[in-house]
């Protein structure tokens, strides 16, 4: 498709735009009396409307019902995380028994390392990228300390080549063969959060598989963001946050995907709580647990049910639209984005570097881009004009134009802004 710098363009767009009503859910802060162009649902997603009815009615149910809310609310409390698992499911590719929320993601990581991260004397590495997320970094450092391992020796990480932004699936692949019958993990985040890059998991997950390793994702960035297809892909593992594009709120509930596999294996060490244990008999308190077959069994205790309502109006709306449209318009305002930017390139005296991938196939709904010849005051600029994005040292922006929420004309507009912002 060819497109326009035009404001009559974009509006063009957005008429043809099947979400574009979606973008009335939605609360956009204000600067200016006008709502803000808002780049970083990639950072904390935008309020949906609906959101407050759910936590108006566990508020209502709690006053109501008190402790009888547990079993008799209209959603009752007790079991209020299955109501996620035939909606997330199919956001995530996966079976509804694959999947549960719980805790917060660098927790649920950890929970899963338990399970899933079971180093011998000659097979304990794990593999990830360089540079992964200062959490999961940390993350890995400390389980491999925890089991009496030398991190520098057993983490491996997957460089970048000289002068390359990303990493080349060929160099995963290289790197898994070579550390062979050490590997016991690959774990890398699906969508890279400083460049977009989205990895081949597919691929990757069948070469861990290979060398005899077990192989989990940090979604983060990918889920309620891109396809995938956890169950089919043979994953192991994964968990996610979903106050990026899931919408559900500061600091809210992660998801957790164990695949079907894992579910019937007595001898899968994990740390345990009442929550998972067989629902039939949670009550009876018995002293020996017997874990629900499924993922529901790495819950450990009793359900934030409040942060949870939120997250359950986002995840409703998902189903309602489906990660097809989703990822229909995402492609679509994406491309015009990078169009914007580069049209905006020719008209100043700055570069921009895109250092994304340009194939959609490797990237999501986030451009990552280096201001050559601009600094820190760019984006105050851009920040006290009505545009939120957000800077990532040495000199890069990341904007991710969320298609639940963003418009063409968004992009046009902030194009003009940023030329503005240049000139000026
Ligand atoms: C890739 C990645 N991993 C981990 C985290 C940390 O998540 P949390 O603070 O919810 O544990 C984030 C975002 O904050 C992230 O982007
Ligand atoms: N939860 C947060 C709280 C405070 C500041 C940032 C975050 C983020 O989520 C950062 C995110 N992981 C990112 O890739 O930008």
Request: glycine residues 6%; proline residues 5%.
């Amino acid at each position: 498709m060819t497109f326009e710098n035009t404001k009559e363009f974009a509006q063009q767009l957005d008429a043809q735009d099947a979400l574009n009503k979606y973008r009335d859910e939605f609360i956009f802060p204000k600067v200016n009396d006008k709502n803000v162009i808002y780049f970083t649902g990639n950072s904390l997603g935008l309020q949906p409307k609906r959101a407050k009815s759910y936590v108006d009615e566990v508020m209502n149910d709690w006053a109501n019902l008190a402790v009888e809310g547990h079993f008799y609310a209209d959603k009752p409390w007790w079991d209020y995380q299955e109501r996620f698992a035939e909606p997330l499911s199919k956001i995530v590719g996966a079976l509804p028994s694959e999947v549960t929320v719980m805790n917060t993601l660098t927790v649920n990581l950890h929970l899963l390392m338990v399970s899933f991260y079971r180093p011998t004397k000659t097979r304990y590495k794990i593999i990830c990228e360089e540079k992964a997320f200062p959490s999961d970094q940390y993350m890995f450092q400390s389980q491999v300390h925890f089991h009496g391992y030398n991190p520098e020796d057993a983490i491996v990480e997957i460089k970048r080549r000289d002068g390359e932004h990303n990493i080349r699936t060929e160099d995963v692949l290289a790197k898994i063969e070579e550390v062979g019958d050490a590997l016991a993990l690959v774990l890398i985040g699906g969508v890279n959060y400083y460049t977009g890059q989205v990895f081949d998991m597919k691929t990757i997950t069948a070469a861990g598989h290979k060398a005899g390793a077990l192989v989990g994702w940090d979604l983060a960035h990918a889920a309620g963001n891109i396809k995938l297809e956890l169950h089919d892909w043979n994953v192991d593992f994964a968990a996610w946050c979903s106050y990026k594009y899931m919408n559900s709120g500061p600091g809210n509930a992660s998801g957790c995907f164990v695949h079907e596999k894992h579910h019937n294996n007595p001898e899968l060490p994990r740390f345990a709580g009442w929550w998972g244990h067989n629902k039939e008999r949670r009550f009876k308190m018995e002293p020996t647990f017997d874990p629900v077959h499924g993922a529901d069994g790495w819950q450990i205790s009793n359900l934030p049910v409040l942060s949870l309502a939120p997250y359950l109006a986002s995840v409703e709306m998902f189903d309602e639209i489906g990660m097809d449209a989703l990822i229909d318009k995402r492609d679509r305002i994406t491309s015009y984005l990078e169009f914007i930017l580069k049209e905006i390139d020719k008209e100043v005296d700055s570069s921009f570097e895109i250092i994304t991938p340009s194939n959609p196939l490797e990237r999501g709904c986030q451009l990552s881009v280096f201001l050559h010849g601009e600094g820190r005051a760019l984006f105050d600029y851009l920040m006290k004009n009505g545009v939120i994005t957000d800077w990532r040292e040495p000199n890069v922006i990341r904007l991710a134009p969320v298609p639940l929420y963003c418009s063409f004309e968004d992009m046009y507009n902030f194009g003009q802004i940023l030329k503005a912002g240049i000139i000026k």
